[in-house]
């Protein structure tokens, strides 16, 4: 149990800096799709894994493992499958959107130095986890904490992190030998990035637009819009969270003369216009 | 499309207070269960609603909603649910087990000011999202990584977080009339911790061990253990990241004097002993 008298750790902010650290790192995260051959140095390595592994996990079961994979023929048979399930993925979008989704460089398997899948045991430490028997599926959440740290800690070191989805779990399972008991969450291209663009490249491209942040906030029950001063703040924050991004992209402090971004559409919690904007 | 040639972002480490505020940040967070009653200031909320905003998502669906649970009423119903639930997931701990799960505080619904219930619109964005094709949960992933920043950015302003799962997705479901495309992800209890201990809880109250990091790494497929110089330094962590992260839990640099924790068992990937030392 944690102290329940006096505590015996001060429980405050983090200092202004690495505090700022946090935020800025948050900001500046992208899914890389460009990376640079250098390899990544063992230490850096470690500790993004490091990050991963301090994740939260239901009931404390850390049911991560991280398969590294940097054999070049079994990258080049990964990258086969990629091509493969991208034209039939290509399939669900029609006319000028297919042309625009196939135009997309959506990974780096054979560019990245490095790449991991990373798996969750479903088993670990069971069958019974605590906070399991309600929410059977947080373990795959604990998981996706990992993949979170993990991303942030190698923006943090300048490397580059794209999760790749367009793959068939079953058959990734197969080539890489994963028994029944663990699932694949996730396949991820690591490597210095060629660049951290200042907008999510399908943001740039007109693919989807950023929702307002006020939009993705509810009181109390679901639809009811929040209201009072964390309403203001959060309208204003959804105008201004790129060019405040923008400002300091390049950790120099230069700023960027973008006009602020105008919302859209009322509050309704929903995207607008179906969420296309091509 | 990001640049393709010259890159007009330099893509470096970020400096290194702010790298060591992430590193920090992801060592001192915990699932916290006991909270001061504080309000959380509105500029506070909405920067880590901000935080969780800007997590990756697939296809950029941005499939999270937040909704903000303060009120009292609503809360008692909700901590009289976990109650139940909890008595209901106790049946499956026998003997020793079961009477120290039952000594645990699981949640502070009612202790914390603020609870966020996280929901994901499967529908968002669709019904054709980039990367959804072959992993149709990447939405919920998406949602995780979100709560994950969330976590940091609130651990950082010295905001405790406490993820709650001893509850009926379905009762909530019903309770925060949240619509059929909606799925429950995580309801969180959010307010100024009373402390951030040193180690998780379940960990320190033997439940579970922290597993070395370097048992959850493979290299090329499942089961292989990693070799060379990522695995000396990965057997090093596992022994020191205790000892490391108390040197500065504080903030103040106050070194604690633990021991190197031993490893206990051999690189199988596997946890040891069934995992539990009870």
């Known amino acids: 149990m944690p102290p329940r008298g006096k505590s015996t750790t001060v429980a405050d902010a983090l200092p202004a800096q690495w505090r700022r650290g946090v935020y800025e790192t948050i900001q500046r995260r992208r899914d890389v799709r460009i990376f640079r051959p250098d390899p990544i140095p063992a230490a850096a390595l470690a500790r993004i894994l490091g990050a991963a592994h301090h994740a939260p996990s239901v009931g404390f079961s850390q049911p991560w493992n991280f398969i590294l994979i940097r054999n070049l023929a079994l990258r080049t048979r990964i990258q086969a499958h990629v091509d493969k399930e991208r034209l039939r993925a290509a399939a669900g979008f029609s006319g000028e959107r297919r042309t625009q989704y196939l135009s997309f460089k959506l990974e780096g398997v054979l560019d990245a130095p490095l790449n991991i899948c990373v798996t969750c045991d479903r088993t670990r430490f069971g069958p019974s986890v605590l906070g399991r028997h309600t929410m059977i599926d947080?373990?795959?959440?604990?998981?996706?904490?990992?993949?979170?740290?993990?991303?942030l800690a190698a923006r943090a070191e300048g490397i580059g992190v794209g999760w790749v989805s367009i793959l068939r779990p079953a058959w990734l399972r197969r080539t890489l030998e994963i028994p029944p008991k663990a699932v694949v969450v996730a396949y991820l291209c690591v490597g210095y990035a060629k660049s951290f663009p200042r907008r999510p490249m399908l943001e740039t491209a007109g693919w989807l637009p950023r929702m307002s942040l006020v939009e993705t906030v509810f009181a109390e029950k679901w639809g009811q819009p929040c209201d009072g001063a964390l309403a203001r703040i959060l309208e204003r924050a959804s105008g201004k969270s790129h060019a405040e991004s923008e400002d300091?992209?390049?950790?120099?402090g230069r700023a960027a003369s973008k006009p602020d971004r105008t919302r859209g559409g009322p509050d309704t919690g929903q995207p607008r216009s179906g969420g296309r904007i091509a």
């Open 138 to 151: 947080t373990d795959l959440y604990s998981t996706c904490a990992a993949i979170q740290n993990l991303w």
């Open 248 to 252: 300091n992209v390049d950790g120099r």
